[in-house]
């Protein structure tokens, strides 16, 4: 998806100018969802691109839709959606529809997510969360608890961890760690031209944690549990 940091800017100054109201807008490409909301201290909204070129009488019925919706806008959404349908990507279905599950049996990835955002990023943490897949039970050596992957905006936690065994504490660790590489961008080059994903200033940030000591003293005892021979 090309550079379209001016045209971010000025959808979210125009609706943030017609709901009056704070508004983090996320800029997505996915060929499934065109639009999603959800209303907290500010609106969180994920945008498809091509509503960045929307006329104005579209952010307007756009702004409607998320403060009071109704069957004009809606209609009005959906007949520029249909209009502009040749902007989506990878029409051959190519591209695997990502699901999140945040809800599991014993805690909601989302809860956990949301409650850290405020209290340790400023809410500015874009990310989507879920639960991963469960995999068949062959052998482990080692043990992923948690990935971050930038390219789709999405954290995933290890579902071996949605158990009542788990103590709250390790398993909001791992989801305050996965924000971190959301939150200190991994991509730049260290020592030898390799990536350091867990650099200096990712350490110091990670210790930020409260329960941080306590969470590694716990991963130490617990992880062969985890593996399988």
Known sequence: MPDTTGKTETVQYFLERELECPLRLT???NSKVMLSFRRGSRISLRLHHMFLSAPEHILKALAGYMRR????????????????????????????????????????LEDIRDRLNREFFGGRITAAITWGNHRPKLPRRTVKFGSYNPTANIIRINPLLDRPTIPRYFVEYIVFHEMLHEHIKSDRPGLNRYRRVHSREFKAAERRFPHYNFALKWEQDNLNKFIRT
């Not at 009005?76 to 190519?94: P, T, V, W």
């Not at 695997?96 to 049996?105: A, K, L, N, T, Y």
């Open 69 to 108: 919706p109704s069957a004009g806008h809606k209609e009005q959404i959906r007949q520029f959606i249909k209009a502009n349908d040749h902007l989506r990507r990878n029409r051959s279905g190519n591209t695997r529809q990502i699901v999140c599950q945040p809800q599991g049996r014993c805690y909601n």
């Open 27 to 29: 800029v997505t490409d």
